[in-house]
């Protein structure tokens, strides 16, 4: 009877040693899968940020195509206000080099206008596609980057102009109105082959 045992109990071991070694081959091959694919100088890009800014048309509105939907908005003009403190009257001392009066200052104040205000256009999305889901999917993508923190409603309110406006700005165009180029970086609309 103790013979059968060990011999029943053999089996066992010899097939928990088997199953170890195809484990460890397994891991071996895996482990030279990624050295190869690592030799093949295989670089993974991050994404870069889109230049809304390169999109936007002026001062031409654009020619009417099917299938091609423009928004318009106004640039706000960028004016410079430049303070410059100017001399007066020159502080006057004694023989001793004390102050005897303080000088006087004047302060003057300039503007110049540095960009006028101007109507731009660009791509958008069609106003069919801004369905209460596609709404929702934009406040979901821009919840997603900490830019919307309100509910999903689905409705195109101030906060998610707000967010809109917040994400492309830091793209080059400052507008509540979503264009095409950022509804693609947000990935809520497909972007064609060739620009990829």
Do not use: H
């Not at 994404?47 to 195509?65: C, F, G, N, Q």
């Not at 106004?74 to 080099?97: C, F, H, K, M, Y």
Request: hydrophobic letters at 45%; a positive charge; glycine letters at 8%.
């Amino acid at each position: 009877m103790l013979g059968t045992e060990q011999t029943g109990a053999q089996p066992a071991r010899v097939m928990l040693r088997r199953a170890g070694r195809m484990t460890a081959l397994r891991i071996i091959a895996g482990g030279g899968i990624l050295l190869l694919a690592a030799c093949q100088g295989i670089v993974v890009e991050a994404p870069t940020r889109a230049r809304l800014s390169d999109e936007v048309l002026r001062r031409t509105p654009p020619k009417e195509a099917p299938g091609i939907c423009w928004a318009s908005d106004t640039s706000p003009a960028i004016i410079e206000t430049e303070t410059v403190q100017e001399l007066v009257a020159p502080e006057v001392r004694d023989a001793g080099g004390r102050i005897v009066t303080a000088a006087i200052f004047r302060s003057t104040t300039r503007q110049r206008m540095v960009q006028d205000r101007e109507q731009v256009w660009f791509r958008a999305p069609c106003p069919e596609e801004m369905t209460v889901e596609f709404v929702a999917t934009l406040q979901r993508a821009l919840k997603a980057r900490g830019l919307y923190l309100r509910p999903l409603t689905g409705v195109k309110d101030a906060p998610t102009e707000a967010a809109i406006r917040k994400f492309q700005a830091e793209r080059g165009l400052d507008s509540p109105t979503l264009s095409l180029a950022a509804a693609q970086e947000l990935g809520i609309i497909n972007t064609a082959l060739d620009a990829l």
